[in-house]
Every structure is written in structure tokens, then in C-alpha cells.
């Protein structure tokens, strides 16, 4: 048995409960500091563990990361002594590690699982009775710019079950089943306290979860403060959402390096983190090019809420509006096809078929009849029968794949996806509170694509929408970055080569320095150059040529978390040449790997353990609306076998394995009212009926369902047809694009590409008597849109 595996088997998860015989769980409290300064957080996260019982133990808390942070640091507090850990070979760190225990030391190990970079765990051994420890990880990561303008900082707190496919890594922690009580029932606590710097100023901070009301720490609102409301469930991830004053003015930061190490080395030289905000043109999407396929997650899981909240719209639900979207928006001449997945996978046609109102027709038939019902997560076959797939000529892949992302071996699946770069690219969409960052960011990194996540209360269909619009743009080309430095200095790239810049994107660029800093203070210049639709842009940025110290290394380790994600593919598929490099880089920047591991030892403490330490199987918290097990691995006979057990919540402590039919008792009470009552979706959801309804042309017909969603009659809508100036689907279409206007302004973002290709069917089909034709139905619907939507 592996050293992974055992851990695994005797984990212990970090919620404080107590366990299934009652002995009190070590880790009594988790308390987390964030200090946000522009585009860039530092995290401090301490776990306080005390070991209240008669013997010593050994704790394995296994915990979510998302994977652009950069673990720099790792120690303990034992009974007021500080054991700093150091960074090693995970093999060798493993084997120290054990020994340590073995001779009565006390250990602390942190390492990143086999098998995701998003998930952790932390070996706590040989905890004294009676004895306190504290251990603190620190970290760096880069944060997103979502599309209204605000920074995104994530504390991923919910760690989901990770569905194990047929050839998956069995030397990961994520493969374990522990016992799971409902949410409600978990007495742990989490704080969190978040300061937040920006020259800029900070207009607001929002967040999914309460906060105290925000402290601005100078008359200027350049700094503030937020905390966490006490009380905390780890029912979904802490998530703030920042607004600066001004978040796309390019800007360079300049850090100082370790000028005493050997030339040569990550380290040493000053880095730069070279943010800038390309002002690309909006230009209409192409007419016909593109192949579209969507590969939609049909596991169980789908069939639980978007949020926690219980008036929720169901995954499943949002995911069918989603496609129903999709397909209407797509443009003519262009090729599309779906997939759904789960335990296996299921393709609407053979191969991606033209786009006409027949296949439109008969994609749309499957996708309201499609249920959550293809078990569990695995995504690589049907990734692989897509790749295999001929080319169309003249129409470039483009990808779309929706999970929730509960798979074990992302690294298999970014390798997929990698080994096919060039003929495609992906774009990936995150569903609900855990799903993994590895994966989705992953892929979309990968193949040149970009990735969202869809939590709370945002929208599916405006992420897919606004993704959609994206990948039809014209493609920007020739992307150049020059440097403009004293005599003497010159700029080494460390970002890879930045060869796709979508619209409404920021870019961040790592470089270092080399050569003689000037002695007197002078600037330096980076321009960014790309060509659009034939035109050349160029984007500058001035910036001092004096780097200034920061003792944790941010931006040097920030650096070299974008360099270890194009090398370090986990330890089963990592080319030899790059394991050396990603090794390298590591140990030289003091960052986490697949291949490395933080351990830090207390030698003063020499206590032989009397026979094997005692472990906790502490039993994993998990949202009861997420359907969990059904991605489990099927056992013989499937899961109508388990629906015939008789579970509820005077059971407190049941395995995963006995979970459905609690889920189904819930289901059945709960969520089935929730989605009849506010989520009829294809039924009374008029702005989804009117979308439904639209040809694949972008025209309308006149009948009775679109007099449904206007709210008259079709004898009324036949009576005000002037028919001597359009005919009647040029009269529908008309009445259709203002009623948007008028009753879904607050969804325009889901609407626009289709409402853009009525407009030009209708620029074609009514020509001049256009103006008359609109100036008619305003009237006839006593409606208040502008005519000038229309662009006569």
C-alpha cells in the first residue's frame, strides 16, 4: 500500500465534528487573511488543530486551492515553538515524512494530490494529548477580471466527490469514501479578514456570503477592509467581488529580485507583471464560418440547484435554456453538433451537420427532452471521439464544454486537449459551488480558449451567450510585445508567447529584467502590438525603472506559477524534459509542484508511539442537494438498488454510498416545488418560448405562439398586418425584436446575436418599407421602444 493510499484510507477531513465513535476532531478552527493590493491577493490561512484525547494522533485534512495559487510557504506553531517547513522531492519529502513518525518526531507534510491542482491535503503527525498546533500556508494568485469590471477573489471552501473513471490515478486522496452529514449539522468555524489596496480607488466590495460592512481605511478609499460575518457553513465558496475606480489602464509593476543568487536563476533578477486592457474594436460576427460543438455534463449532479439558495433554478434546467440559446444565436452557413456525457456519452448527429432550420429543428427536439441521466463524469471519451473527427475546411473548431467539473484525473484531460491545440479551441464553463479550477482552467489555458465560473446567482446563458459572441469576433493576429529599456537592461520573456487576445480581455505578461539597473531614476516603456481586420493597434505603458522590494516575492513567484503550468502536467504525464524543469523551477522559486512537497519536522519532541497513531475518519460535509453519488461508480446492478433503503436525517452519520435515497426524499419535498413554482422554464417562460420559437433564419412566424408571448390575439396581430408593405413572417419578426426590446432589456446579453440576425433578415426581406412596418407595430403593442434600434 502506497504512502497516498494510506493517508487516503485514514483521512481525516478538517470540519469539526466529532467522528462516528465520538472522539472530538483535532481541527478546531480555520482563520484565513487576504490582502488584495491591485490585480494580486496573498493569502494566510491557519488551521488550529488541539488534540483532546488520551493518545497521539495523526490528522490528514484534505482541502480545495484554486489552481492559479502559488504555495509559497508552509509552517507550525506547536506549543509556542515555530517549525518552518522545507521544501523537497514529494518522494523523498513522503519518506522523511514517515521516518520522522517512526522515531517519535513530530511532522507536517503539504502536497499537492496526483491527480488535480486544485486539490491539497495536509498531514498533521503525531499530535501529543493535550498538545496545540497551528499551521499556516500561505499563498499568491493572480485575480480575474470579470466582465463588469470587478476583481473576482475565490476562497474555495467545498470540496465536491470527484467521479473516478476507468483508468483514473488510484494514488490521489480524492477516490475516498467517508461518511457525510448534511451542511446544517456542521459546527467548524471560518474567519476571514480581507484588506484591499488599490491607487486606483475602491468603489464597493460585494459578496455571496455576509460580510461586515466595508471599512475604508483613508479618506481617499485607496484601502479598505472586510470581514467575514461569523457563523459561516461551508456550503458554498467565499467569493468578494472588488470594484475599483478604474480597472483597465495598463500598468507595470516592477519587483526586486535576490541580487546574491547565482546569475542565471528565476530569483535573482527583478520581474514584471505587465498588465494591459486591449481596446479591440466590437465588429459584427461572422457570417458563416465556424464548426460548434457543445459538450454538455449530463451527470447526476445536474439535477441539483445552481446555488445553495432553494429557490434555484436546477442545473439540468439552465443547462437546456442554455443550449436552446445557443443554437437559436448560431449563424447561418456555419456547422454545429451536442454531446452529453456522464458514464458514457451520446453525440445528436454522427458527425457536425450544416446549420438549417431542419437540424436546428431536430437539435432543439433533443434538448427538451434532455434529463441529468448519464451517471457519472467522464469526460475524456467524448473529448477524444470529437478530435477524432475530420476537419470541415474553412470552419475552425470551436469547442464549448459545460461540467460542473467533479472529475478526478484532470490531468489526462488537459493532455487531451492539449495534444489538440492546434486544431481547435476550447471554451470551458464551470457549473456550481466546487467545481474543479484545475479543469476548467485548464483546458480553456490549454487550447487558447477562456474559462467561466457559474455560481450564485449568475447566469448560465450570459456566460455562454457573451462567451459565444466572443468566439465569433474576427481573430486579432500578429501579436508583438517590445520592450523600450536604458542601455544595458534588457527584458526576458517569462509568460508563454500570447498568440489569441479576445475582446473585453485583460492580458497579463511576466518578464525579467537582466543587466545593469540604472543608477539614476529613469522609465522604461511597453508597447503591445496586434492587427485587426487588416489595421494595426498598439497599446503603451510607461513605467519607472525602479523595482521595489517585497519580501514574500510576489510577482517573482507569480511568474513562476504561469511557467509551471505549461510544464508540470501532473506526475503520470509529465514529459521527462519538462519534470526537470518544473523540479527546477520549484525548489528555485520555492513554490509547490506535483513533484514537491513542504515538510517541516520537530525534532525536540522524541516520543516513540506506542503501536500505529491513531487516525480519524472524519466524515465529509456535503451540500445534500448536490446528487453526489450519482457520479460515483456504478456497481453492479446500478442505482435502483439503492433507492430501496430507507435513510433520513435521523440518520446522522450514512456513507456516501446510502446518500441517494436521502437525496431523493429531499428531492421529492423540496426542490420539485421550487423548480414547478419558479422555474417553468420551456412551459410559461415567455422570453424562452419567444426564443424557441425563432427560425433558424433569425425570422418569426405568425401564429398562435407567438401571439401567446405578445399577450393579443392572432386575430388581432393578422387584423394590423400591413400586409401592402411586409409579409407575414417579415410583421412577426418585427413584433418579436420589440418585444425584447421592451420586456427582456435585463437579458439583452442573451438575446443579441439572435436578435442581430433577425435584424439583418429583416434588413433583406423588408428593405425600405421598413421604417413604416416598425412605426406600425410599436403602435400596434403601445410600446415605448425606440425605433432607432432598428438602424434604418
Given at each position: 500500500?502506497?504512502?497516498?493510499?494510506?493517508?487516503?484510507?485514514?483521512?481525516?477531513?478538517?470540519?469539526?465534528?466529532?467522528?462516528?465513535?465520538?472522539?472530538?476532531?483535532?481541527?478546531?478552527?480555520?482563520?484565513?487573511?487576504?490582502?488584495?493590493?491591485?490585480?494580486?491577493?496573498?493569502?494566510?490561512?491557519?488551521?488550529?488543530?488541539?488534540?483532546?484525547?488520551?493518545?497521539?494522533?495523526?490528522?490528514?485534512?484534505?482541502?480545495?486551492?484554486?489552481?492559479?495559487?502559488?504555495?509559497?510557504?508552509?509552517?507550525?506553531?506547536?506549543?509556542?515553538?515555530?517549525?518552518?517547513?522545507?521544501?523537497?522531492?514529494?518522494?523523498?519529502?513522503?519518506?522523511?515524512?514517515?521516518?520522522?513518525?517512526?522515531?517519535?518526531?513530530?511532522a507536517f507534510l503539504l502536497e499537492e494530490d496526483s491527480s488535480s491542482r486544485d486539490v491539497f491535503s495536509c498531514n498533521v503527525g503525531n499530535l501529543q494529548p493535550g498538545s496545540k498546533a497551528a499551521v499556516t500556508l500561505k499563498y499568491v494568485q493572480e485575480l480575474p477580471l470579470e466582465t463588469d469590471g470587478a476583481l473576482r477573489f475565490v476562497l474555495p471552501a467545498v470540496l465536491n466527490p470527484r467521479y473516478q473513471f476507468s483508468g483514473s490515478s488510484k494514488d490521489s486522496c480524492l477516490n475516498v469514501k467517508t461518511p457525510i452529514i448534511p451542511v446544517e449539522d456542521l459546527p467548524y468555524?471560518?474567519?476571514?479578514?480581507?484588506?484591499?489596496?488599490?491607487?486606483?480607488?475602491?468603489?464597493?466590495?460585494?459578496?455571496?456570503?455576509?460580510?461586515?460592512?466595508?471599512?475604508?481605511?483613508?479618506?481617499?478609499?485607496?484601502?479598505?477592509?472586510?470581514?467575514?460575518?461569523?457563523?459561516?457553513?461551508?456550503?458554498?465558496?467565499?467569493?468578494?467581488?472588488?470594484?475599483?475606480?478604474?480597472?483597465?489602464?495598463?500598468?507595470v509593476v516592477l519587483e526586486m529580485g535576490m541580487p546574491k543568487m547565482k546569475p542565471g536563476r528565476l530569483m535573482r533578477d527583478p520581474s514584471a507583471m505587465v498588465s494591459f486592457y486591449p481596446n479591440i474594436p466590437e465588429d459584427q460576427p461572422s457570417n458563416t464560418c465556424g464548426e460548434f460543438v457543445f459538450l454538455m455534463d449530463r451527470s447526476g449532479s445536474m439535477q441539483s440547484p445552481m446555488s445553495s439558495q432553494d429557490t434555484s433554478q436546477l442545473r439540468i434546467q439552465a443547462a437546456k435554456e442554455t443550449l436552446t440559446l445557443l443554437l437559436k444565436s448560431l449563424p447561418m452557413g456555419?456547422?454545429?453538433?451536442?454531446?452529453?456525457?456522464?458514464?458514457?456519452?451520446?453525440?445528436?448527429?454522427?458527425?457536425?451537420?450544416?446549420?438549417?432550420?431542419?437540424?436546428?429543428?431536430?437539435?432543439?427536439?433533443?434538448?427538451?427532452?434532455?434529463?441529468?441521466?448519464?451517471?457519472?463524469?467522464?469526460?475524456?471519451?467524448?473529448?477524444?471521439?470529437?478530435?477524432?473527427?475530420?476537419?470541415?475546411?474553412?470552419?475552425?473548431?470551436?469547442?464549448?464544454?459545460?461540467?460542473?467539473?467533479?472529475?478526478?484525473?484532470?490531468?489526462?484531460?488537459?493532455?487531451?486537449?492539449?495534444?489538440?491545440?492546434?486544431?481547435?479551441?476550447?471554451?470551458?464553463?464551470?457549473?456550481?459551488?466546487?467545481?474543479?479550477?484545475?479543469?476548467?482552467?485548464?483546458?480553456?489555458?490549454?487550447?487558447?480558449?477562456?474559462?467561466?465560473?457559474?455560481?450564485?446567482?449568475?447566469?448560465?446563458?450570459?456566460?455562454?451567450?457573451?462567451?459565444?459572441?466572443?468566439?465569433?469576433?474576427?481573430?486579432?493576429?500578429?501579436?508583438?510585445?517590445?520592450?523600450?529599456?536604458?542601455?544595458?537592461?534588457?527584458?526576458?520573456?517569462?509568460?508563454?508567447?500570447?498568440?489569441?487576445?479576445?475582446?473585453?480581455?485583460?492580458?497579463?505578461?511576466?518578464?525579467?529584467?537582466?543587466?545593469?539597473?540604472?543608477?539614476?531614476?529613469?522609465?522604461?516603456?511597453?508597447?503591445?502590438?496586434?492587427?485587426?481586420?487588416?489595421?494595426?493597434?498598439?497599446?503603451?505603458?510607461?513605467?519607472?525603472?525602479?523595482?521595489?522590494?517585497?519580501?514574500?516575492?510576489?510577482?517573482?513567484?507569480?511568474?513562476?506559477?504561469?511557467?509551471?503550468?505549461?510544464?508540470?502536467?501532473?506526475?503520470?504525464?509529465?514529459?521527462?524534459?519538462?519534470?526537470?524543469?518544473?523540479?527546477?523551477?520549484?525548489?528555485?522559486?520555492?513554490?509547490?509542484?506535483?513533484?514537491?512537497?513542504?515538510?517541516?519536522?520537530?525534532?525536540?519532541?522524541?516520543?516513540?508511539?506506542?503501536?500505529?497513531?491513531?487516525?480519524?475518519?472524519?466524515?465529509?460535509?456535503?451540500?445534500?442537494?448536490?446528487?453526489?453519488?450519482?457520479?460515483?461508480?456504478?456497481?453492479?446492478?446500478?442505482?435502483?438498488?439503492?433507492?430501496?433503503?430507507?435513510?433520513?436525517?435521523?440518520?446522522?452519520?450514512?456513507?456516501?454510498?446510502?446518500?441517494?435515497?436521502?437525496?431523493?426524499?429531499?428531492?421529492?419535498?423540496?426542490?420539485?416545488?421550487?423548480?414547478?413554482?419558479?422555474?417553468?422554464?420551456?412551459?410559461?417562460?415567455?422570453?424562452?418560448?419567444?426564443?424557441?420559437?425563432?427560425?433558424?433564419?433569425?425570422?418569426?412566424?405568425?401564429?398562435?405562439?407567438?401571439?401567446?408571448?405578445?399577450?393579443?390575439?392572432?386575430?388581432?396581430?393578422?387584423?394590423?398586418?400591413?400586409?401592402?408593405?411586409?409579409?407575414?413572417?417579415?410583421?412577426?419578426?418585427?413584433?418579436?425584436?420589440?418585444?425584447?426590446?421592451?420586456?427582456?432589456?435585463?437579458?439583452?446579453?442573451?438575446?443579441?446575436?439572435?436578435?442581430?440576425?433577425?435584424?439583418?433578415?429583416?434588413?433583406?426581406?423588408?428593405?425600405?418599407?421598413?421604417?413604416?412596418?416598425?412605426?406600425?407595430?410599436?403602435?400596434?403593442?403601445?410600446?415605448?421602444?425606440?425605433?432607432?434600434?432598428?438602424?434604418?
Amino acid at each position: 500500500m502506497s504512502f497516498l493510499q494510506k493517508s487516503c484510507i485514514t483521512m481525516v477531513h478538517f470540519y469539526g465534528l466529532l467522528t462516528l465513535q465520538r472522539e472530538p476532531v483535532p481541527l478546531k478552527s480555520i482563520s484565513v487573511s487576504v490582502s488584495i493590493y491591485e490585480f494580486v491577493a496573498d493569502v494566510s490561512a491557519t488551521l488550529n488543530y488541539e488534540n483532546e484525547e488520551k493518545v497521539p494522533l495523526e490528522a490528514v485534512f484534505l482541502f480545495p486551492m484554486d489552481e492559479d495559487s502559488a504555495v509559497y510557504s508552509f509552517e507550525a506553531l506547536v506549543d509556542g515553538k515555530k517549525i518552518v517547513a522545507e521544501l523537497q522531492d514529494k518522494m523523498k519529502a513522503r519518506t522523511n515524512y514517515e521516518k520522522a513518525i517512526s522515531r517519535g518526531h513530530q511532522a507536517f507534510l503539504l502536497e499537492e494530490d496526483s491527480s488535480s491542482r486544485d486539490v491539497f491535503s495536509c498531514n498533521v503527525g503525531n499530535l501529543q494529548p493535550g498538545s496545540k498546533a497551528a499551521v499556516t500556508l500561505k499563498y499568491v494568485q493572480e485575480l480575474p477580471l470579470e466582465t463588469d469590471g470587478a476583481l473576482r477573489f475565490v476562497l474555495p471552501a467545498v470540496l465536491n466527490p470527484r467521479y473516478q473513471f476507468s483508468g483514473s490515478s488510484k494514488d490521489s486522496c480524492l477516490n475516498v469514501k467517508t461518511p457525510i452529514i448534511p451542511v446544517e449539522d456542521l459546527p467548524y468555524t471560518l474567519s476571514m479578514v480581507a484588506t484591499i489596496d488599490s491607487k486606483h480607488g475602491i468603489e464597493k466590495v460585494q459578496s455571496n456570503c455576509p460580510l461586515s460592512p466595508t471599512e475604508y481605511l483613508g479618506e481617499d478609499k485607496t484601502s479598505a477592509q472586510v470581514s467575514l460575518a461569523a457563523g459561516h457553513k461551508f456550503d458554498r465558496d467565499v467569493e468578494l467581488l472588488i470594484y475599483y475606480s478604474e480597472v483597465h489602464t495598463p500598468s507595470v509593476v516592477l519587483e526586486m529580485g535576490m541580487p546574491k543568487m547565482k546569475p542565471g536563476r528565476l530569483m535573482r533578477d527583478p520581474s514584471a507583471m505587465v498588465s494591459f486592457y486591449p481596446n479591440i474594436p466590437e465588429d459584427q460576427p461572422s457570417n458563416t464560418c465556424g464548426e460548434f460543438v457543445f459538450l454538455m455534463d449530463r451527470s447526476g449532479s445536474m439535477q441539483s440547484p445552481m446555488s445553495s439558495q432553494d429557490t434555484s433554478q436546477l442545473r439540468i434546467q439552465a443547462a437546456k435554456e442554455t443550449l436552446t440559446l445557443l443554437l437559436k444565436s448560431l449563424p447561418m452557413g456555419c456547422y454545429f453538433n451536442i454531446y452529453g456525457f456522464g458514464s458514457s456519452y451520446e453525440a445528436y448527429f454522427p458527425k457536425s451537420v450544416k446549420y438549417t432550420q431542419q437540424t436546428m429543428e431536430e437539435a432543439l427536439g433533443r434538448v427538451k427532452l434532455m434529463q441529468a441521466d448519464l451517471g457519472g463524469t467522464e469526460i475524456l471519451a467524448p473529448l477524444q471521439n470529437i478530435y477524432r473527427g475530420p476537419s470541415i475546411p474553412g470552419h475552425p473548431l470551436q469547442l464549448f464544454v459545460f461540467t460542473d467539473g467533479e472529475v478526478t484525473d484532470t490531468f489526462s484531460v488537459i493532455k487531451e486537449v492539449r495534444i489538440n491545440r492546434q486544431k481547435h479551441r476550447c471554451f470551458s464553463f464551470g457549473i456550481g459551488e466546487g467545481a474543479s479550477t484545475s479543469l476548467i482552467k485548464g483546458i480553456a489555458r490549454a487550447s487558447g480558449g477562456t474559462s467561466e465560473f457559474i455560481t450564485g446567482k449568475d447566469r448560465m446563458q450570459s456566460k455562454a451567450l457573451r462567451t459565444l459572441k466572443r468566439s465569433l469576433q474576427p481573430v486579432v493576429e500578429d501579436v508583438s510585445l517590445s520592450w523600450h529599456l536604458p542601455s544595458g537592461l534588457s527584458a526576458k520573456m517569462l509568460s508563454p508567447e500570447q498568440t489569441v487576445i479576445f475582446r473585453g480581455q485583460r492580458l497579463i505578461i511576466y518578464a525579467q529584467l537582466t543587466g545593469r539597473m540604472p543608477a539614476a531614476e529613469t522609465t522604461g516603456k511597453v508597447c503591445l502590438k496586434y492587427t485587426f481586420q487588416g489595421k494595426t493597434f498598439e497599446d503603451k505603458v510607461t513605467f519607472p525603472v525602479q523595482p521595489k522590494p517585497d519580501v514574500n516575492f510576489t510577482i517573482h513567484r507569480l511568474a513562476a506559477k504561469s511557467l509551471l503550468q505549461t510544464k508540470d502536467m501532473g506526475l503520470r504525464d509529465t514529459p521527462a524534459s519538462d519534470k526537470k524543469d518544473a523540479l527546477n523551477l520549484s525548489f528555485e522559486s520555492g513554490i509547490i509542484s506535483s513533484f514537491t512537497a513542504f515538510i517541516a519536522i520537530n525534532k525536540e519532541l522524541n516520543k516513540p508511539v506506542q503501536g500505529p497513531l491513531a487516525h480519524r475518519d472524519i466524515p465529509r460535509p456535503m451540500l445534500l442537494r448536490a446528487s453526489a453519488p450519482l457520479k460515483m461508480r456504478r456497481q453492479s446492478g446500478g442505482l435502483g438498488k439503492l433507492k430501496a433503503c430507507s435513510y433520513g436525517y435521523d440518520k446522522p452519520w450514512m456513507s456516501l454510498e446510502k446518500l441517494p435515497c436521502l437525496l431523493e426524499k429531499t428531492h421529492s419535498s423540496t426542490h420539485r416545488t421550487n423548480l414547478e413554482t419558479y422555474h417553468a422554464g420551456f412551459g410559461e417562460n415567455h422570453l424562452v418560448q419567444l426564443i424557441y420559437h425563432q427560425n433558424a433564419n433569425g425570422s418569426w412566424d405568425l401564429n398562435e405562439d407567438l401571439a401567446k408571448v405578445l399577450g393579443v390575439s392572432l386575430e388581432e396581430i393578422t387584423a394590423a398586418h400591413p400586409a401592402e408593405l411586409v409579409d407575414s413572417s417579415g410583421w412577426a419578426t418585427i413584433l418579436a425584436v420589440i418585444w425584447l426590446h421592451g420586456n427582456g432589456k435585463d437579458l439583452k446579453c442573451e438575446w443579441e446575436l439572435l436578435e442581430r440576425k433577425a435584424m439583418a433578415w429583416m434588413r433583406v426581406h423588408a428593405g425600405s418599407t421598413m421604417p413604416l412596418v416598425v412605426k406600425a407595430a410599436i403602435t400596434f403593442l403601445k410600446s415605448s421602444v425606440d425605433p432607432a434600434i432598428f438602424a434604418f
